[in-house]
């Protein structure tokens, strides 16, 4: 099993670890620490000896920081956190604190005098994150300080970093060798009169080189930061690891220890081109204070890994259609068996991998599943474990959030599933959800629009009954790489213009807390519009949909749904059946022309 069950933080351990920091905090004489969830490459996911905020304080989300006062300990988290958080920190120690409606900057405001000081590691921060703080403390006298990492002083047995073996990504699914895509950065440099690009996102960096790793959980990436110079030169940072399986012959491209990197950007010259969205302002900090000139700019490497080439969609239809058998066959089951009783939700995080693992294709699952039922599907990104493992129980709502990483494509895809008879209240919100996500999934729209743009459309049918969610409509997804991935989004706060070839989750939900969740997703990605006959002469853009997974009739409102929209989701099940028979076994193909039949 990729999944584990097992409670991977211990909240008792919260308050003792919490006074120890403060000793720390006194001997540095500092007011208050930041703790943040995120590592020095800004990532998802973060290896166990970056795991801090969980060591320290029991909470596990994969976003939000604490910060640490003397009297008092606020552990920030988003809508997405905020019943998880409350299950897991020791309520005594840490005050969770809705983030970003309050804001790290004001909250020490009113907590602090004019002249205190709160530390901060910076390999851990951006640079774009210390200057809203610094400008919102600006008036308070309060100083941001850049010193050693706390935590790390008083974490005694914190593991090693992680060095697994890095593999070649072939190039026929890459699409693009490593030497056109540097030929390609090298060539924008020059262009803005930069002498060299700092890398500092692993993805990145796996994209450009085509190479893969394991050093984190679910992301198949190396750990690392690199320098691209104008000269065409590439030198990679990593733990120190064999190199030989993909190293190339020449000097294009270099590998060193980490431990140099600071040496190295010392010893650059200006302009340099940072990043000051995912940089550690470290990076910055080591630039200037040697008198290097920085420049910020987004990471070179985000857009064009973003847009998708043909190689990599077809790999993306390819692992969707692998992934989309192992699903119905996961449902297959699920329907013959739930109504047997006594199916936990870790029954259901089993029997899923181990389909996707009768693949022959899985490498690893591309995040935790989420297999939330009743009021445990509340919970956005709720993660069973042994101790909130829960039996399903006739009336249930189930919301299945799962993916995988193949070597071809990245998949995620939710289903909201019925346990017995669902009231019609959860139907009526279900078909609301069932709505939104069709109106995303039909949309077209002018070449320059932004996911802020299209991101009320999931969200009108819930808008017109006063109900919402507290996420995204979409986030980007990688080419076997990141299952999130930027800047691609379709959220409220996206400016980012979509492009053909980027790949988007589209994923509406509603939830009650204490009741019951729903969630469905479908991956879509961006194409070119066929104009109509009577359309105007100018480029449109809509989406494809590469996720082929029924979606459960049961909990449909059939009249709840306009005729475009009945349309949309025949023809939709009518593509899954004609794509999958072929792919699935005998009983599973029954239960997919049943799954499928016209509303």
Request: hydrophobic share 40%; glycine share 8%; aromatic share 8%.
């Amino acid at each position: 099993m990729f999944q584990t069950f097992e409670t991977t933080a211990d909240p008792t351990q919260g308050a003792e670890r919490l006074t120890r920091l403060r000793g720390e905090m006194r001997a540095e004489g500092l007011d208050g620490f930041f703790v943040p969830r995120a590592d020095a490459y800004q990532g998802e996911y973060v290896a166990e000896c970056d795991a801090r905020l969980a060591w320290l304080t029991g909470f596990t989300g994969s976003a939000g920081f604490c910060i640490a006062l003397a009297d008092e300990a606020g552990v920030f988290v988003d809508g997405r956190y905020r019943a998880q958080v409350r299950g897991q920190v020791d309520l005594d120690a840490y005050t969770p604190v809705d983030w970003p409606e309050i804001k790290p900057g004001p909250w020490l405001a009113e907590r602090l005098s004019s002249g205190a000081k709160v530390g901060f590691d910076p390999w851990l921060h951006t640079a774009g994150e210390i200057a809203t703080i610094e400008t919102a403390l600006k008036r308070s006298g309060i100083e941001m300080v850049a010193c050693d990492n706390l935590v790390d002083r008083i974490w005694s047995d914190r593991p090693a970093p992680p060095a697994e073996p890095v593999v070649d990504h072939p190039v026929d699914l890459a699409g693009q060798t490593t030497a056109a895509k540097l030929d390609a950065l090298v060539e924008r440099l020059r262009d803005a009169g930069q002498s060299a690009a700092i890398l500092t996102a692993p993805d990145s960096i796996c994209w450009l080189l085509n190479i893969r790793g394991n050093d984190i959980p679910r992301v198949p990436v190396m750990q690392g930061v690199a320098i691209v110079t104008d000269a065409g030169k590439c030198l990679v940072f990593a733990t120190p690891r064999d190199f030989s399986a993909v190293a190339p012959g020449g000097d294009t491209i270099a590998f060193a220890d980490v431990a140099d990197f600071a040496e190295a950007l010392s010893e650059l010259t200006g302009p340099v081109r940072v990043d000051k969205a995912t940089a550690p302002i470290a990076v910055s900090r080591i630039l200037e204070d040697e008198g290097i000139e920085v420049e910020w700019g987004q990471d070179p490497c985000a857009l064009p890994k973003a847009r998708k080439n043909e190689a990599e969609v077809a790999g993306s239809r390819a692992a969707h259609l692998r992934d989309a058998a192992a699903l119905v066959e996961f449902l297959t089951w699920y329907d013959a068996t739930v109504t047997q009783g006594g199916i936990t939700e870790i029954d259901l995080v089993t029997e899923l991998e181990s389909q996707r693992r009768a693949t022959n294709a899985l490498r690893d699952i591309s995040f935790e599943t989420i297999a939330g039922s009743g009021p445990n599907g509340a919970i956005m990104h709720y993660r069973v474990t042994r101790e909130t493992n829960r039996t399903l129980v006739d009336g249930d709502l189930v919301v299945l959030d799962s993916g995988g990483q193949y070597a071809d494509g990245t998949t995620d895809i939710t289903r909201t599933l019925p346990v017995g008879d669902a009231g019609d209240e959860e139907r009526a919100a279900f078909t609301r959800v069932l709505k939104g996500m069709i109106a995303i999934s039909r949309a077209r729209f002018p070449t320059g629009v932004a996911g802020a743009h299209l991101d009320a459309l999931a969200r009108y049918p819930l808008w017109l009954a006063h109900q919402d969610f507290n996420h995204g409509t979409g986030h980007g997804v990688g080419s076997y790489l990141s299952v999130h991935e930027g800047p691609q989004r379709l959220s409220r706060l996206s400016d980012v213009p979509l492009e053909p070839g980027m790949i988007l989750s589209n994923e509406p939900g509603y939830y009650r807390d204490g009741a019951f969740g729903i969630r469905i997703e479908n991956l879509i990605v961006v194409t070119e519009a066929v104009r109509p006959a009577t359309g105007d002469d100018r480029a449109f853009l809509a989406f494809e949909t590469l996720t082929f997974v029924p979606i459960d009739r049961r909990l449909i409102l059939t009249d709840m749904l306009d005729p475009g929209e009945r349309d949309w989701l025949n023809s939709y099940h009518r593509s899954c059946l004609e794509k999958l028979s072929g792919r699935v076994s005998a009983p599973a193909h029954l239960w997919l022309t049943r799954a499928c039949a016209p509303l």
